[in-house]
């Protein structure tokens, strides 16, 4: 919960002070810097949300379909391990998009009418063919949120169905 805690609190401190910043100097433009160091930490704490919610999904999976081997399972050290691969995960695949934007030539000056900058929307702005990072970027984003989704619709269903069979109703309230 503490590492969902930060994650969110990182993710809204992406976005917010351009925006106010934004607003008091009446400008709505972002730099390249700016634009690529955003979009680092927008995807990685999106990611990081996205793992944490999943390792959430399946410690109560856990604790609902196997309560006698909880302890066992879930133990201190496998949640850290759980916690640092989500860690890892997102700060890879965060680098491997700003690097894919390094990587791209432009034919203009590079100022951003926004306070947010969305990975997509600086893709199209290449003056080059951007195949590979259309492709990198649909690969990633079926591999990094098709996988925790389904995860997660898998961990709640069979916690779901666990409670359907439990017979009596003081027995489902409690789980």
């Given at each position: 919960?503490?590492?969902?805690?930060?994650?969110?609190?990182?993710?809204i401190s992406t976005t917010i002070p351009k925006m106010l910043l934004n607003i008091q100097t009446q400008s709505k433009a972002i730099t390249y810097a700016g634009c690529i160091t955003q979009m680092?930490?927008?995807?990685?704490?999106?990611g990081l949300d996205d793992?944490?919610?999943?390792?959430?999904a399946?410690?109560?999976?856990v604790a609902i379909c196997h309560p006698l081997q909880y302890m066992v399972i879930m133990n201190p050290r496998f949640c850290g391990?759980?916690?640092?691969?989500s860690w890892i995960i997102s700060v890879l695949n965060s680098?491997?998009?700003?690097?894919?934007?390094?990587?791209?030539?432009?034919?203009t000056a590079l100022e951003i009418p926004h306070f947010f900058?969305?990975?997509?929307q600086v893709v199209q702005l290449a003056c080059f063919d951007t195949f590979l990072?259309?492709?990198?970027?649909?690969f990633v984003t079926v591999l990094l949120a098709g996988g925790p989704l389904a995860g997660i619709l898998y961990s709640y269903s069979k916690i779901v169905s666990s409670i359907r069979a439990i017979p009596s109703a003081q027995g489902k309230f409690k789980a």
């Amino acid at each position: 919960l503490s590492n969902l805690s930060l994650v969110d609190i990182g993710f809204i401190s992406t976005t917010i002070p351009k925006m106010l910043l934004n607003i008091q100097t009446q400008s709505k433009a972002i730099t390249y810097a700016g634009c690529i160091t955003q979009m680092y930490f927008f995807i990685l704490f999106i990611g990081l949300d996205d793992f944490l919610l999943t390792v959430m999904a399946y410690d109560r999976f856990v604790a609902i379909c196997h309560p006698l081997q909880y302890m066992v399972i879930m133990n201190p050290r496998f949640c850290g391990l759980l916690v640092l691969v989500s860690w890892i995960i997102s700060v890879l695949n965060s680098l491997l998009q700003c690097l894919m934007v390094f990587s791209l030539s432009f034919c203009t000056a590079l100022e951003i009418p926004h306070f947010f900058c969305e990975l997509n929307q600086v893709v199209q702005l290449a003056c080059f063919d951007t195949f590979l990072n259309n492709m990198v970027m649909f690969f990633v984003t079926v591999l990094l949120a098709g996988g925790p989704l389904a995860g997660i619709l898998y961990s709640y269903s069979k916690i779901v169905s666990s409670i359907r069979a439990i017979p009596s109703a003081q027995g489902k309230f409690k789980a």
